[in-house]
């Protein structure tokens, strides 16, 4: 459905997962039940506790990536380069104009801040505006009540409950609670409120970098042709 794609923010870059990414994912999610217990990531199960079981996470994701035509970021923390979680493109269907956003965690400082929030904008904000998306739909265990209340949060109207939805890797039957926002929904209030929870001057933020990042394609795209057509003319008198 898509290219492998990098989304910026003003707190976080969002960019594919690769295997050097372990030693930080490791840092960030070693050890840690809370993520793990409600966590699908394959035929894995169980607290991952070392850094081959994290290699062969990554292992695994980018295996469903190549597979299914989805993609695993790793949400990077600007202030210091460093992966602090993971987010996913998921259950991606280009006939019907639809994907899934899942997969998601994140190290424990990087919780209840707008770390999550921010990554989602800026999920919604290229399904919706760059991919043409007609819905983005979440899915949350049903024991899972912080995540269904973090979902909430980001304007997404709950859909109901799939009985019997996954079936894990231990045998236990998971229900899940489905939720989605509509194309129409993200243009009309979602995005505005979203942009509000950021905090004063993050729309402006977006604006200015969006226009950046446009301006800087352009002038790669324009240094491209001149230098396949032959029409750049950089002086070479002064090169001795």
Same mark, same amino acid.
């Given at each position: ?61 980018? #295996? ?67 991919? *043409? ?32 939805? *996954? ?21 009309? #209030? ?40 032959? #029409? ?9």
């Amino acid at each position: 459905m898509f290219a492998p794609i990098t989304l910026t923010g003003k707190h976080i870059i969002l960019r594919p997962i690769c295997f050097d990414d372990v030693y930080d994912l490791a840092q960030a999610g070693q050890g840690d039940a809370e993520i793990w217990n409600n966590i699908f990531y394959g035929q894995m199960h169980g607290v991952l506790s070392t850094r081959d079981e994290f290699q062969t996470y990554i292992e695994n994701m980018l #295996t469903v990536d190549a597979a299914k035509s989805e993609q695993t970021f790793a949400v990077v923390h600007r202030t210091n380069n460093r992966v602090i979680g993971v987010t996913r493109y998921m259950s991606t269907h280009k006939t019907h104009r639809w994907l899934e956003i899942g997969g998601t965690w994140y190290a424990k400082e990087a919780r209840r801040t707008a770390i999550n929030t921010e990554s989602k904008f800026l999920l919604l904000s290229y399904a919706f505006e760059e991919l *043409r998306c007609v819905r983005v739909q979440f899915v949350a265990d049903v024991r899972n009540e912080r995540s269904q209340q973090a979902i909430e949060r980001l304007g997404a109207v709950r859909e109901g409950i799939v009985r019997n939805h *996954r079936v894990l890797p231990d045998g236990y039957r998971r229900s899940s609670v489905q939720y989605s926002i509509l194309e129409e929904e993200w243009h009309a #209030t979602v995005r505005a409120k979203l942009i509000e929870r950021l905090g004063e001057g993050y729309g402006d933020f977006i604006t200015r970098l969006r226009q950046y990042e446009l301006q800087s394609a352009q002038a790669d795209n324009a240094s491209f042709i001149n230098l396949q057509y032959g #029409t750049h003319r950089r002086s070479t008198e002064n090169i001795r």
